[in-house]
């Protein structure tokens, strides 16, 4: 991705990429979303409200870490200020969307899915920060305003939880 240069170590989002940026986080966007949600509509608004708000902005960004670590921070606040709103609801089960989703994977990308979804929030979302968009524990400490110590206890909590869940499931089979 190619930024303007705006002043000197500056630069900002020019034309056509922001639909560069649009293409290349998108999926990122929207995965932390469902993470919060469980559901696609929300999740849509979600991203929606994200690139809209990076499209809006004048903040510089002094570099393409920057412009993705900003989004992330927008998505995780607006997730936030949506869920605790009075009209929230799910909409679509959780099941449907991993068949969806898994229909061609294998059996086991589903059950993984299904599993990391069923886990409280505060698990689900560091647990995907830190395996699927490869953030460091102090980034995710930083993203999510906590503590490093808080982040590395619910990683280590979250992966307890996923391996019990999983034995259950694949030794029923």
């Not at 200020?81 to 009075?86: I, L, N």
């Not at 395996?131 to 979250?158: H, K, P, Q």
Request: charged residues 30%.
């Amino acid at each position: 991705m190619h930024f303007q240069r705006k002043t000197k170590g500056v630069f900002t989002l020019q034309g056509s990429k922001f639909e560069q940026a649009v293409k290349k986080y998108k999926d990122n966007i929207y995965a932390i979303a469902f993470n919060y949600f469980k559901n696609r509509e929300d999740s849509e608004e979600i991203l929606q409200e994200a690139f809209l708000k990076l499209y809006k902005t004048e903040k510089p960004f002094a570099n393409e870490e920057h412009m993705r670590n900003w989004l992330i921070r927008v998505t995780i606040n607006q997730c936030k200020k949506v869920s605790m709103s009075s009209w929230f609801t799910k909409h679509l089960p959780l099941e449907d969307y991993a068949e969806a989703v898994y229909e061609d994977s294998e059996k086991e990308e589903s059950d993984l899915f299904l599993a990391v979804m069923s886990m409280p929030k505060k698990y689900r979302i560091v647990i995907h920060l830190y395996y699927y968009e490869d953030y460091s524990v102090r980034e995710i400490a930083e993203l999510l305003s906590m503590n490093e110590a808080t982040v590395r206890t619910r990683l280590a909590r979250g992966r307890n939880i996923l391996k019990k869940k999983l034995s259950e499931v694949w030794d029923n089979e």
